[in-house]
């Protein structure tokens, strides 16, 4: 138990919690974006992946940071198909976001053959690069500052965007715009307000932000792309968003506290080798489902509260 | 003669083949209230929605402020200085009033909402027209006749000058009526066009200038408010002469329902009614009277099994109700018209004969052997159609696309068609047309005269007083007058006891509640 502790107050341990946090922060605020606007995106798990895929393949041949771009374009793609198919052609949003996945779980596995030349588990062959890391040396040795050491560049970036993003739902027109489609549709359509518009570009900007979290996963986390790698972040994500009550900044921490938790099944098998590594590994999943459970409860019990019958 | 909109020989042909407007034409002058009246069906509708941009006649001239108006969208009608108030609030609940009046065009500093600029401005049109409303409040909060203001003050945020409400009084209660007629007034006293579309003519008569009656897709005329009378106005909308006019109960029943000391309490401890005792007879329609939310509904779905019993007793002859499920006491006979025909009456996307055989799936001639017997619910469907004359294209038609008087026959339909022992009635003719009413009203009365004991709640107090033999008078969930009906009996009697300034003595009511 003191060796978990010990492990858990250090340094090594923050920088990994940001390091597992940082690709849920972007799936969850594009989680957050659609379910905002009325579509909820179950897609997010897909769209990271493939955007995974792409930004390593592309890093390949490419600067860093044009990998990175290529996979935010990935997914602002995969968003703006799913809008064609969700609001031009009415097909259930759901639907079209498990067709995402699947398409997702198969073709990558078809593009790394295609792009390595057969080989269907890694990206071993290919020479993909990494997002810088951040470092502070100056820092190092100051008590409390020195975690700010050593970050993913796209993990500061992170921060930024869960307050821009903040900013723009609660501070701009267009937030208003975009609050208004999801939760009542009806009212900024008598405004003249585009209603079909505001949720192309939520999901669009939905798919862009998956897109930074699958590179973010595959370029800084592990370098490199692995089958499957996304692992189940973006259906973490999308509990997050609720566990975050809805909001930017709830979001930002439920993200957190499952990174903790990933960061956790990181560091209890080296220290508890009695218990199944696979048993460790499922804590972030058992999290998501107690979380959502006590978050209902909660939202029950304040309802009463209200007077409010269900 | 100045006008601020002339429309002439408007003409618009659904695809389909329905006439809903034929050369209609209508006058509207600078400043004055101008009521537009007619039955459902009879195009009030589509002619506003034409005047708002959202349909586009297929022949005829709009003109608005003399000049010739093609609008392509409301948003076209929007910059011409007109704007609609829906019966259908398209609001967002969870936004505050002024976010919800700006929406769409909010003030704006650089890339950023103003929200002190919108605040101050909804503020200001909020008093200039006399919509009291705080701008900061959450919208869901506030209760309909608030929320109608939200969106009047909606429109005139983006100025405009003719504002076409859309049947406003259906959803208020009778002082809201008040607060809206005031605002009204200053709206025209601010030089402000209003077309108001209605069929509760006293409503209309008090409010309007000018009244433009429509029947079956064509104007049947334009009357001077002041210069015409409730019947004269009917007849002019009916074709024919119409005799809102009810026969009391001749029929003297024994004691059907009797409640006695009953006790109603919310999920969070709130009493809702207390200590509440009458009795219904057979053969008798007793009104349950008082403003929304005193007890009159919660007492009705106490009787019909949907709200719970903290204390006291429901009896249907001697067979007490209270432990029983809603199923059972409808094999007991009891029927009931809810309050809300949208969420509690009817199944808006299943089919009109699915609606009216919902109540009786353990009928052996509509389900055998846990299979639905399809014909025999056709037929029965086409029966009650044809019986309750229901508007409708066919017993396969969804009941959400029918009109609102013809899903509340749809629901009466349902409920009436086997003669009930207990009749439960909520609000039986809101937002339905006069012939209808007549209509509802009459399979009421039928149901009474055939012996059904009656309980009767609405916020109509005519309605209450044209149907009711006995009438008891809620006040914070108590009953605080009762009387029998007479013709000395006025609404404002009732008013006072409503509002809490006055009530009665055991011994007053003990002869009205028997």
Redesign the interface.
Known sequence: MIELLTAVFSVTFFVTVIRASTPLVFATMGGLISDLSGALNVALEGMMLIAALTSVIVSAYAPWWVGVLAGVSAGAMLGAVMALFHLRLKADIILVGFGVNILATGGTVFALSLATGGDKGTSINLPSKAIPRVNLPFLEDVPVLNLLHGHSLLSWFAVLTVVAIWYFLY???W???L??VG??P????????NVRQVRTWALVASGALSGLGGAQLAMFNYVGFTRDMTAGRGFIALGAVLLGARHPIGALFAALLFGVFEALSIVMPNLFSWIPGELIQTIPFVVTVLALILLSIRAQRAL??R?V?N | MQRVIEARGITRIYPGGTVANDGVSLVVRPGEVHAVVGENGAGKSTLMKILFGIEKPDAGDLLIDGREARFEGPRDAIDRGVGMVFQHFSLVPSFTVYENVVLGSEPRAGARFDRAAAIERVRHLSETFRLKVDPEAQTRTLPVGQQQRVEILKALYRDAKILILDEPTAVLAPQEVDELFTAIRTLTAEGRTVIFIAHKLPEVLEISDRITVMRAGKTVGEVVAAETSEPQLAAMMVGREVALRVDRSTHDGPRAVTVENLTLKADTGVTLAENLSLNVHEGEIVGLVGVEGNGQAELLEAVAGLRAVSSGDIRLKDTSLTALSVLERRHLGLSSIPEDRLAEGLAVESTTAENLVATRLDDPRFAKRGLLNLRAIRAHATALIDRFSIRVGGPEFKVGTLSGGNMQKVVVARELSEQPVVLLVNQPTRGVDLGATQFIWKSITDARDKGAAVLLSSADLSELLALSDRLVVFYHGRIVAAFRNSEALTAETLGSYMLGADRMDDGQMEAALR
């Open positions: 501070r701009t027109p937030g208003l715009w609050r208004g939760e009542y009806a009212a900024p359509e008598a405004a003249g307000v009463k509260a007077g019958a």
